[in-house]
């Protein structure tokens, strides 16, 4: 029977999955999914590792949270593979404070930890950790790795990471952490393959999707990010405001907003959403819009982009190379079109006809900077990540 690594990210209303063989974590996924609607109508979808459509159907096991889901995910999946047996389960958690540098296998201690990381990221980690509770509960042989998108981050000089408030809090947690650390660890990697030289080098790596941001990365280690305390800081997202002069959020309380209203509007109606007027958070929908209010948000989306890769180039006393890399950065000539432009000052020069391509190397031969296309695989890290952690999972037992 062959053994298979379950990778799961558990969010509020989705569970997103995806199947590795143990042994070959650095090839395609025997399986991707998930599970969305949950709460409202649970609906199910599964691809193989070509993207076929194998599984598009309602989910009928009964559950109304995403954890809840998980152990009955596992029989679903190894009934769809006929023949294969999960031995592990690596979890995208949000959230590693500053205690958790890298992945971890989980025990009690370990989830006392995370437990206690929970105020730090209220909207995500009580989804990731409920994942992990369920399955320990259904199969407690079953080992289980977390994966942090706060890691790749972690080891920032102090001045990156701390805000300018009195010492108690900083000392009390209130600093940046950085996130999407799983994303960007996977396309450092990936770089190391594609430009040596340059994964060397000073670079900054645009993730930009829904939730988006930047990170300067130098030889391979993160230097500085875009996100900080929380996944709401820098550049503004479909429906997520990015880096507000916190006076905002004094004037509106004055005006009588609460926490939640806050919440909701920083979170949920703000971005590409907020700033086109509801057309939409899509990136395609606003680059598809003739209205100027989604021109404006697009506008809004470059400047801010350009203004941040210049941050962070001088974070690193320059910089070398550019990677796009999520839904907009993968799949967007135009707005890495607009972006490469806006940077033209720092020398970078594209190559019009590769940036269409978008496979590798974007820019022209004698362009210093470079700019790069590399696709993102997040589930694939937290895969290998589980069979490092583990030191290979083949040597354990599925109880
Ligand atoms: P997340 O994983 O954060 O939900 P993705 O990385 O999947 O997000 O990115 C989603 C974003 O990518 C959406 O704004 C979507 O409009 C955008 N996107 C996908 N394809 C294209 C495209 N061809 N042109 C422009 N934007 C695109």
């Known amino acids: 029977m062959e053994a298979t690594i379950l990778v799961v990210n558990a969010g509020s209303s989705s569970l997103k999955f995806a199947v590795w063989p143990d042994r070959g974590t650095h090839n395609a996924a025997i399986l991707r999914g998930q599970i969305s609607g949950i709460g409202r109508v649970p609906w199910f979808r599964v691809r193989n590792g070509d993207g076929d459509l194998l599984v598009d159907e309602a989910w009928v096991q009964s559950g109304d949270a995403a954890h809840g889901l998980v152990p009955a995910l596992i029989d679903r999946i190894e009934r769809q593979t006929g023949g294969t047996a999960i031995v592990a389960a690596g979890h995208r958690v949000v959230h590693g404070g500053t ?16 437990e206690d990381l929970v105020p730090l990221a209220p909207l995500h980690q009580p989804h990731n950790l409920a994942a992990i509770h369920a399955l320990a509960a259904t199969h407690p042989g079953l080992p289980q790795v977390a994966c942090f998108d706060t890691a790749f981050h972690n080891g920032h000089a102090d001045v990156a990471d701390r805000f300018a408030l009195p010492r108690a809090l900083h000392d009390a947690g209130i600093r940046r952490y950085g996130f999407h650390g799983l994303s ?13 030289d340059l994964a060397r080098g000073r670079v900054v790596i645009a993730h930009l999707g829904s939730g988006a941001s930047l990170c300067a990365v130098h030889n391979g280690k993160s230097i500085d990010s875009t996100m900080g305390f929380t996944a709401l800081d820098g550049l503004p997202m479909g429906t997520r ?3 507000l002069d916190a006076g905002v959020l004094l004037h509106l309380l004055e005006l009588g907003q609460d926490h939640d ?23 395609r929908d606003l680059l598809a819009s003739n209205q100027p209010e989604a021109a404006q948000a697009v506008d ?17 006393g ?14 967007s000539a135009l707005i890495r079109d607009r972006v490469c432009r806006g940077c033209a000052w720092l ?27 590399i696709p993102t695989d997040e589930e694939q ?19």
């Open 184 to 196: 960007y660890e996977y396309v450092t990697r990936a770089l190391v393959r594609l430009a040596p």
């Open 261 to 283: 209203s806050l919440e909701h509007l920083l979170y949920h109606e703000s971005g590409m959403l907020g700033v086109s007027g509801g057309i939409s958070n899509d990136m």
């Open 241 to 243: 405001s990015g880096a």
């Open 347 to 373: 020398g970078i020069e594209l190559d019009a006809e590769a940036n269409l391509r978008r496979d590798g190397r974007i820019t022209t031969r004698g362009s210093r900077p470079s700019a790069w296309v």
């Open 99 to 114: 205690r958790f540098a890298s992945p971890v296998v989980v025990d009690e201690t370990v989830m006392r930890d995370l």
């Open 381 to 399: 890290m937290i895969a290998q990540h589980t069979v490092e952690a583990l030191g290979g999972v083949k040597e354990i037992c599925y109880a």
């Open 300 to 316: 809004l989306f470059v400047y801010r982009v350009v203004r941040e890769i210049a941050s962070l180039a001088a974070a690193m």
């Open 318 to 331: 320059g910089v070398d190379g550019v990677v796009f890399t999520a839904g907009i950065g993968e799949s």
